[in-house]
């Protein structure tokens, strides 16, 4: 590590919470958590993060207030500044025992940790702790209709803070038993939350059965509302989908028009007002036009329930509270079709109480007709009725307030108690849930724990891939998820403590500051109590101090390999295990057991090891499998996948004329409530808003004049380029927060003409100063200026804008915030400088060919794996022809993007090419292949010769189903021809009307498809991390040798890893690209593995080699480097062949042996492997006595 690096390290810790915001409230907030005591009798009330004094929180306030006629308590309200949020406050201004505080003020901070009751309808920020004598009460804010917590599609990691709360929480609010089953199967907190889950309705409905309004019509008409007493009151309820300010000014305008539209309908009946959605308000309070009829954010909304006499809405679950009046419920589900796919949601619209419309006609029609539309849902709305409002009777505060304060239940009402059952808990670090053998073990033994009796609680990192997000979703839905997330809750000087153990590692018991490592655990698992804490991963200095801190009785750390020998293992020059494993081993002495995966790993640790901890404590349990999953009797689990809506906003045209008939649909055209309608266009002009695909048909969805239409056909409409709508001048500061998935643009994102210039990942957490803000209809687009130098453009949302040092409201920045921004910048610049020199090779400029071109410039070319003439260079010899991707401009010169005949791309410097356009088509390459491809269209077109082809010569015939592919050709136009075997010829067909058959081969994670092996030719494959101590290399020399001698057979390489590039040069080397396939990551591998004839495994050192099992459970031919796990797993060479010396001629030779059939291995039973493997890891959570464990 440089020196500027670890000054950074140094430096940063003291300079946080000073430069910080984040960083100065975590210090304070720590500093009050350790010296504040909590005070009897007090309660903090937030609702909203303090955007407002509604929901439950206020009727309990409002309860308990009314109660407190001595004034023996005290009530805090977190409250964020606002005039609306003022006016509330004024009637409690000469109240002594109301208090207000502003949220992440230093008085905030001090009552968090004071007040003995804390009461949320959302959730506290993640640096919040409650301690164990303070009660939480988690009221939550509303009966879910959408999909919630790890029920919504994508990264689990999204609910990490909601989970979080609730694990803190003594009790959660529900007010039905479809909200209870939210708490515990939507967010997992079944069999582990240690509170206790409260079903007895809702506090805050208890607000819609006052018959008093006279407060709330007089804060009403102060905010200057126009509501006519003689008339009845519609309120249109809007949830908010919307991303940017454009988004939601189209929103509101829809609104409006909408609106208007009902009201000069039926405005002599009713006053028609709009509550919307807390996200929307802020825009819509400054949207003049609504401003009459807008309910303000800062007013309760069951109160204003009690006063309405038609409830219209889309998703809001606000509906739900609305059913204990028994007035009609109108849905407005214009939008479902938008977002349906992205949420999902928890009832069909059937089955809503009240008539469902999608369009603005629909709605109005329902309206006209109230009383017949709203029998005829009757039934539903009963039935609702029962479900979701069955203990609301105006009664509720008062019963949850005398259970949780004085444990008094009533008498006569139900009150459900939702209790965890008692069961031995377990809390496991997995390791980063990344392709490879410890996460395969771990989703093995999880999914072979008896969940009946044993309780899982798995702690995770926030997963940022696809394949770790795959790899959780594996895990068992009675598994918990925990997340870390969130800087710890340390001072100063403790930050400085961790930093030297993280640094050093452990030296004195003296010096080990515990307490810091506890006071993580609560905020990252809460008040929750574990039986037993396992550190499965075994290579986290960081997981081990925290697991270590947890209250478990019992604490494992894994060893899954040798130990000694993988911190000294070297990648690409580095020991990337040292610095970890050196503190992590400083920490053995601390576990009650060290768990190797095999005996003779055991044993390997505890002679390596044995200084560091007690030879007892080491001891071993092996892996368990699944072998129902290995041998294809069960499947894995795949989410189900609903057609998406593109969101597609954008101007259009309608193609037909103005007086012609336009015929479309009310919602997207294959959902089954869709009808087909006459829409009704006052000009060609109108407004999309999402595209979607059904079969070879495309759609439209259009409104216009800011009134939804329908969906149209694509025959029907010109959708125009995009285009920008409007720049605002700003002075923003923050810090890039880019993923995997951001691109850079050359110019505002969605322009016709803007083209991406590469993956920005590599900036994130650079700091940049934004000079303005570039709105089209995609999206707000800002642009990227590092050091003086303009690079890009990209999304607004990917900044992520510093709270201390930002513009004020005004717009200013003031000269402390400018120098808070230069020191800030500067030791950013330091600390990201690796990353930051990759920007001379960050393209600039860009303009796409995407075409192939004739080169005239006969030389040998060379090629570069990176725009920078220092990078690693490639011999690419002449080329005549030449597909050209792009040229690009960086500060080291002009670029082509070319791409080879192997479809990997490399850099060629422009001087190296002429480039002149190729008038007719040819021939680029000619491949032989071999696969299976399914035709598509009924009737196709063949080609007898590539003659033919080029020509464009072709019969139509009657379609095969499925034809096997001998070679492939690419043609100059950007085709791609198969030659395929018909019947008793060869003939060759367009690849686009192929579709490559799952029957015969499968796709690996990079979406490549992998043939499965030939039969008629011997098989050997492998399977596993590509890192050198698995030592692949050696296998595809050892291959080499064995078919220079043979000449038959094929390896196949399944798995992923550093070693990619050394395994791609060993096959080049030997020449032997056709024989040796690297197959890459496959999610389920064992199907194209079964196919195989020998599995080979050729390792250095193991753990417990889990590919053994599998290849063993397959029943397969084994060979395997003789290496003390290897043969302890294969027992001697029982279950496999042990190669006689463990290098390129013992792996050879064995392969000759094996190949010839003339060794045979006896069966193995993976069922009774498994059942012995799991009762030895029960005896550890069991707590039986370690020399058992260690002897048996």
Request: charged share 25%; with cysteine; net charge neutral.
């Amino acid at each position: 590590m440089g020196v500027k690096q670890n000054v950074k390290r140094l430096v940063t810790p003291a300079l946080k919470p000073k430069l910080s915001a984040s960083g100065k409230i975590i210090d304070t907030y720590t500093k009050y958590f350790k010296t504040e005591s909590v005070v009897p009798e007090t309660f903090l009330f937030e609702s909203r993060d303090g955007q407002s004094m509604t929901d439950s929180p206020l009727a309990i306030f409002e309860y308990l207030l009314a109660q407190d006629t001595d004034k023996k308590q005290t009530f805090i309200w977190s409250v964020v500044q606002s005039e609306e949020l003022a006016i509330i406050q004024r009637k409690y201004v000469n109240m002594s025992n109301v208090h207000f505080v502003v949220r992440d003020s230093d008085e905030y901070l001090k009552w968090l940790c004071q007040a003995q009751y804390l009461i949320n309808n959302a959730t506290f920020q993640q640096y919040v702790i409650i301690k164990p004598e303070q009660t939480y009460i988690n009221t939550w804010h509303g009966t879910p209709l959408k999909t919630m917590g790890y029920d919504i599609p994508g990264n689990p990691s999204g609910a990490k803070n909601v989970v979080r709360n609730f694990f803190m929480s003594s009790f959660l609010i529900s007010p039905n038993d479809h909200t209870s089953q939210m708490y515990l199967d939507s967010y997992r907190l079944r069999g582990g939350y240690e509170g206790q889950v409260l079903e007895a309705g809702y506090p805050r409905i208890d607000q819609t059965f006052k018959t008093n309004h006279d407060e709330l019509l007089k804060l009403l008409f102060e905010f200057k509302k126009q509501i006519d007493l003689s008339k009845k009151i519609i309120m249109y309820t809007p949830t908010w989908k919307g991303s940017n300010i454009s988004s939601a000014r189209n929103d509101l305008e829809q609104i409006h028009t909408e609106l208007a539209s009902i009201r000069s309908e039926f405005g002599d009946q009713y006053n028609v007002l709009v509550k919307v959605h807390p996200f929307l308000y802020k825009a819509a309070s400054t949207y003049d036009k609504l401003a009459p009829y807008l309910i303000p954010d800062c007013l309760d909304t069951n109160k204003v329930l009690g006063i309405v006499d038609v409830l219209i809405t889309d998703y809001s679950s606000i509906f739900f509270d609305f059913l204990v009046t028994d007035k009609p419920i109108l849905f407005y589900c214009w939008d479902d079709d938008l977002y349906t796919s992205d949420r999902g949601k928890y009832f069909e619209y059937d089955e809503l109480p009240g008539p469902v419309a999608f369009t603005l006609e629909e709605l109005k029609t329902n309206i006209r007709h109230l009383e017949q539309v709203t029998e005829k849902s009757r039934a539903n709305y009963e039935l609702f009725k029962t479900r979701f409002v069955p203990y609301d009777d105006g009664q509720t505060t008062k019963r949850y307030v005398d259970y949780i304060l004085y444990g008094k239940l009533p008498e006569t009402k139900p009150f459900n108690i939702i209790q965890s059952p008692k069961k031995t808990k377990l809390l496991i670090y997995p390791g980063g849930m990344r392709n490879n053998g410890i996460t395969s073990s771990l989703i093995n033994l999880i999914q072979n724990i008896d969940a009946t009796v044993y309780d899982v609680t798995c702690f995770l990192d926030q997963p940022r891939s696809a394949e770790q997000i795959a790899n959780i979703r594996q895990l068992p839905k009675t598994t918990h998820l925990l997340f870390r997330f969130g800087a710890s809750d340390y001072t100063v000087k403790e930050a400085y403590q961790d930093l030297r153990i993280q640094a050093r590692g452990f030296k004195h018991e003296s010096q080990y500051p515990n307490e810091i490592y506890q006071r993580e655990c609560l905020r990252l698992l809460g008040n929750q109590h574990y039986d037993v804490a396992i550190d499965f991963s075994g290579y986290s200095l960081y997981w081990a101090k925290i697991l270590l801190a947890s209250t478990a009785n019992t604490k494992m750390c894994y060893m899954h390999s040798d130990m000694q020998s993988d911190m000294d293992r070297t990648v690409n020059g580095r020991k990337v295990h040292k610095v970890n494993l050196r503190g992590l081993f400083s920490l053995y002495h601390r576990f009650d057991y060290l768990v190797s995966v095999s005996d003779t790993t055991r044993q390997v640790n505890v002679t390596n090891l044995q200084k560091y901890a007690a030879p007892e404590k080491f001891v071993y349990s092996p892996n368990t499998i699944n072998p129902d999953r290995i041998l294809g009797k069960v499947t894995d689990e795949s989410e189900t996948v609903i057609a998406k809506t593109k969101i597609l906003p954008r101007t259009g045209r309608i193609l037909i004329d103005q007086d012609s008939v336009l015929i479309g649909y009310n919602a997207r055209p294959d959902f089954c409530y869709a009808k087909e309608q006459r829409l009704e266009i006052k000009q060609q002009e109108v407004d999309v808003l999402g595209e979607f695909t059904d079969g070879e048909d495309t759609y439209y969805k259009i409104s216009q004049s800011n009134c939804y239409l329908g969906w149209v056909k694509e025959t029907d409409i010109e959708v125009l380029p995009d285009s920008v709508l409007g720049q605002e001048e700003v002075s923003y500061f923050g810090k890039i927060a880019t993923s995997s998935r951001n691109q850079l643009f050359d110019g505002p994102i969605g322009l016709e003409e803007t083209v991406r210039l590469g993956n920005a990942h590599y900036l994130r957490n650079v700091y940049v100063t934004v000079p303005n803000v570039i709105a089209t209809h995609t999206m707000q687009s800002v642009p990227v200026r590092i050091d003086g130098k303009h690079y890009g453009y990209l999304p607004l949302s990917t900044i992520r804008l510093s709270k201390r040092f930002n513009q004020s409201s005004t717009g200013k920045v003031s000269v402390a915030k400018k120098l808070g921004r230069k020191i800030i910048t500067t030791f950013n610049r330091v600390n990201r400088r690796k990353k930051l020199a990759r920007l001379k090779e960050q393209t600039i400029k860009r303009i796409n060919f995407l075409d192939y071109y004739h080169n005239s410039l006969p030389i040998d070319l060379t090629g570069f794996v990176s725009p920078n003439p220092e990078a690693e260079k490639i011999s690419l010899g002449t080329m005549d022809t030449v597909y050209v991707h792009s040229l690009n401009t960086n500060s080291y010169g002009n670029w082509y993007l070319i791409q080879r005949m192997d479809k990997t791309f490399v850099w060629v410097p422009q001087d190296q090419l002429s480039l002149t356009t190729i008038n007719e088509p040819t021939i680029y390459s000619e491949n032989d292949t071999f696969y299976y491809v399914s035709l598509l269209p009924s009737e196709i077109n063949v080609y007898s010769t590539p003659q033919n082809i080029l020509s464009n010569q072709s019969q139509l015939v009657k379609s095969l189903d499925t034809v096997k592919v001998v070679r492939e050709l690419v043609v100059t136009t950007a085709k791609v021809y198969l030659q395929v075997e018909w019947h008793d010829k060869l003939v060759w067909v367009d690849q686009e009307d192929t579709e490559k058959s799952l029957a015969y081969g499968m796709f690996n994670s990079e979406g490549y498809y992998i043939p499965y092996p030939k039969a008629d030719e011997i098989n050997f494959v492998t399977m596993g991390r590509l890192s050198p101590e698995k030592n692949q290399v050696q296998l595809v020399d050892a291959f080499a040798a064995y078919y220079a001698e043979q000449q038959t057979g094929y390896l196949y390489i399944i798995g992923a890893g550093t070693e990619m590039k050394a395994l791609k040069e060993a096959v080049e080397k030997h020449q032997l690209e056709d024989r040796i396939k690297l197959v890459g990551q496959i999610a389920n591998p064992f199907p194209f593995m079964k196919r195989c004839d020998v599995f080979v495994l050729t390792s250095l050192y193991e753990g417990q080699p889990m590919v053994l099992l599998e290849a063993m459970t397959l029943g397969m031919s084994i060979i395997s480097t003789d290496i003390p796990a290897c043969r302890d797993v294969l027992e001697d060479g029982r279950f496999g062949y042990l190669t006689a010396t463990n290098d390129v001629s013992g792996v050879k030779q064995a392969m000759t042996v094996v190949a010839k059939g003339d060794v045979h291995f006896e069966s193995f039973n993976p069922y009774a492997y498994n059942q012995q493997a799991i009762q030895h890891f029960y005896q550890f959570i069991n707590h039986e006595s370690k020399e058992e464990l260690i002897h048996e």
